[in-house]
C-alpha cells in the first residue's frame, strides 16, 4: 500500500489500450519450439510427459459445492490476474450503474433514506447522533484500511480522534462537534489521497455548512481514493505479475482443473476438430501409397497452428470458447469484429476498382475516402440487429455520388444508370458466402494469419499482407500483431496442457489403427 504519511503517484496512464505482451516465444517449452515441428511419438511423448511439461489431471469424482465456488474465485482471480498482464490500462472504477437501472433506483432510494434520516436526527431538539456515529465508525474503518501496516503514528491519532466511546459519550451530553470531526476526516484524506483527487478535497474544504451534504460528498471522494488504492496495488503489482505471468497462469489453471477435471472439455474439443480437420486432407494418394500398418498423421503443432487459426473465426453463437482462451474473449472478438470489417471494406473497394477501372487508378486522396466513408457505414455491422444488405445499398449510394463527383472533377463522363446498377449489385452480392471477391479476400486474409502463426519470427511477416489486401495493410499489421502477441502467449501458458491432448488425441482409438511396432509420428505432413 502506498499510504503512510506520502502520497502516491496518480495511477493514470495514456498508454495505448490492448494486448500488450510481447511475443514470448524464446520462452516456450517444448510445445512451442520450432525444432521439433514434426517430432516423433516417442519424443512428443517423453518431452511432453516430464514433470514440468504435463499437467495433471484428477480422476472423475463428485465435485462438492465448495469445490465449485472455490473453482470459481480461483478463475476470477486467474481473470483478473491476465487481465491486469496483457492489459497495461487496466484499471477498477468506482462503481456506476446504469440509469434507469433497477439496482440504480433501489440503490439510490437506500441511500436517500439514510440521509433523510441522519439529517432527521441532528434537526431533532436535542440531536439524535446514532445515526451520524455509525457513519463516523465506518469512515474511521476506510480510513485505518488506507493505512500501511507501519502507519502507527497516523493509525493512532486516528484512532484517538474518532474514538467511537469517547463520541458515544459526549452525545449523551449533546456535545459532539460533528463538524470539528468532519474538518478532521477531510484534512486525513487530504494526507492520504493521491494527486489527482487534491481538487476534490479542495471542494470539500470549500463545502457549505450542511452537515449531511458534506457527508455525502466525504463518501463520494472516499470511493474515489479506494479506487486509487486498488489501481495504484496494481500498478506495483503489475511487474512482478509479468516476471511470474507463465507460472502463476499455469498454476492456477491446473488447480482448476484438479478442482474440475471437466475444465478442459471444450479445449480438447476444439483440437480435436482440427486434428480431424488436417486428417481429412491428407491426399488420398497418400494414404493409399503408405506402407502397411503406418499412417500419415499431421505434426502437433500443425494441429495447434491450425486450432489457433480456428479461434481467429470462432462462431460465438454455436460453440463456447475453449477454456484456456476464456480470459482473452474479449479481446479475440474485438480482433473479430474489426477483421470482419475490414474485409468487408476491402471487398467493396476491389468490386470499385475492378469496375470503373482506368478513370480512378492512382488516386491515393479517393481511395482513402471511399475508404474512410465504408468503414463508417459498416460500423457495427457485427450487431445482430445490423441489416447488411441495406447498409450495403447506402454504401452503393455513397459511392456512386463520390465516383460521379471525382470524375466530372478531372473531366470524365459520370457513370451511366446501368454502371451504377452493376456495381450496386456488385457490392450487394458480397453479403453472399459463395461471392468470389468474399472468398478471396477471406483466403488471403487466413493466408497473412496462417503466415503469422506459423513463422518463429512473425514480427517480420506483419506488414507482409498477401496481394489484393493493400488497402487494408495498417489495419491487418495492427490486427496481425495484436492476435499473434496473444497466440505467443497462451501457447507459452497452456503449451503443456495442449501437449498432454494432443498426444492423447493423436494415440487414441478413435483415428485409424496404426502398427503397433512403429513408435513415431510420420514426417510426411509438416507443420508448415
Known amino acids: ?143 485505518l484500511s488506507f493505512l500501511n501496516p507501519g502507519a502507527n503514528r497516523m493509525r493512532t491519532q486516528i484512532m484517538e480522534v474518532l474514538d467511537m466511546d469517547l463520541i458515544r459519550q459526549q452525545a449523551d451530553n449533546d456535545a459532539v462537534d460533528i463538524q470539528g470531526l468532519a474538518s478532521y476526516i477531510i484534512t486525513t484524506m487530504g494526507k492520504m489521497c493521491a494527486p489527482v483527487r487534491d481538487e476534490d478535497i479542495k471542494k470539500l474544504r470549500e463545502s457549505p455548512d450542511n452537515i449531511v451534504t458534506l457527508f455525502r460528498e466525504i463518501f463520494r471522494v472516499l470511493d474515489l ?46 483440437i480435436k476438430s482440427a486434428l480431424e480437420e488436417l486428417l481429412t486432407s491428407i491426399p488420398k494418394e497418400q494414404t493409399d501409397g503408405q506402407v502397411k500398418g503406418q499412417r500419415l498423421v499431421p505434426g502437433p503443432f500443425q494441429v495447434l497452428n491450425l486450432a489457433f487459426l480456428r479461434i481467429l473465426t470462432w462462431d460465438y453463437d454455436k460453440s463456447q470458447l475453449p477454456e484456456t482462451w476464456m480470459t482473452d474473449e474479449t479481446r479475440l472478438r474485438e480482433i473479430q469484429r474489426h477483421l470482419q470489417r475490414c474485409q468487408a471494406v476491402n471487398e467493396v473497394l476491389l468490386i470499385i476498382y475492378s469496375t470503373i477501372g482506368g478513370p480512378i487508378q492512382g488516386l491515393p486522396s479517393l481511395s482513402d475516402r471511399l475508404k474512410r466513408m465504408i468503414s463508417v457505414l459498416l460500423d457495427g455491422m457485427h450487431s445482430p440487429d445490423f441489416n447488411l444488405e441495406e447498409a450495403l445499398e447506402s454504401v452503393s449510394a455513397q459511392i456512386c455520388c463520390e465516383l460521379n463527383k471525382s470524375l466530372t472533377e478531372r473531366n470524365y463522363p459520370a457513370m451511366s444508370p446501368a454502371l451504377q446498377a452493376t456495381l450496386t449489385g456488385q457490392i450487394c452480392s458480397i453479403t453472399q458466402k459463395d461471392n468470389p471477391i468474399r472468398t478471396l479476400v477471406e483466403d488471403r486474409v487466413q493466408q497473412f494469419f496462417t503466415a503469422l502463426i506459423c513463422d518463429p519470427k512473425p514480427q517480420v511477416k506483419v506488414e507482409q499482407v498477401p496481394t489484393g489486401l493493400t488497402a487494408i495493410k495498417p489495419e491487418l499489421a495492427l490486427m496481425g500483431a495484436k492476435f499473434i502477441s496473444l497466440v505467443n502467449y497462451n501457447k507459452t501458458v497452456y503449451g503443456p496442457f495442449y501437449a498432454d491432448i494432443i498426444r492423447k488425441l493423436m494415440f487414441s482409438s478413435s483415428l485409424p489403427a496404426a502398427n503397433p511396432q512403429q513408435d513415431t509420428v510420420q514426417d510426411s505432413v509438416t507443420s508448415n
Open 225 to 270: 481514493m479506494k479506487a486509487d488504492i486498488v489501481n495504484f496495488t496494481i500498478d506495483n503489482l503489475r511487474p512482478v505479475l509479468q516476471r511470474q505471468s507463465v507460472e502463476y497462469e499455469r498454476a492456477k489453471f491446473q488447480s482448476i482443473l484438479d478442482k474440475t477435471p471437466s475444465a478442459l472439455d471444450h479445449t480438447t474439443s476444439w
Open 1 to 143: 500500500m502506498p499510504l503512510n504519511d506520502e502520497r502516491p503517484a496518480s495511477t493514470s496512464s495514456s498508454e495505448e489500450q490492448g494486448s500488450d505482451v510481447e511475443s514470448s516465444s524464446e520462452r516456450c517449452d517444448s510445445m512451442t519450439s520450432t525444432s521439433d515441428l514434426d517430432c516423433s511419438r516417442e519424443s512428443f511423448t517423453s518431452d511432453c510427459s516430464s514433470k514440468q511439461c504435463t499437467p495433471s489431471s484428477s480422476p472423475p469424482k463428485t465435485i462438492t459445492l465448495d469445490e465449485v465456488m472455490e473453482s470459481g474465485r480461483d478463475l476470477s482471480n486467474l481473470s483478473i490476474a491476465h487481465e491486469i498482464i496483457v492489459n497495461r490500462n487496466f484499471h477498477l472504477e468506482p462503481d456506476s450503474l446504469p440509469q434507469d437501472s433497477l439496482w440504480k433506483i433501489v440503490r439510490d432510494n437506500v441511500h436517500k433514506a439514510f440521509w433523510d434520516i441522519l439529517e432527521s436526527e441532528l434537526n431533532d431538539d436535542p440531536p439524535e447522533y446514532g445515526q451520524a456515529i455509525r457513519l463516523l465508525e465506518e469512515i474511521r474503518e476506510i480510513l
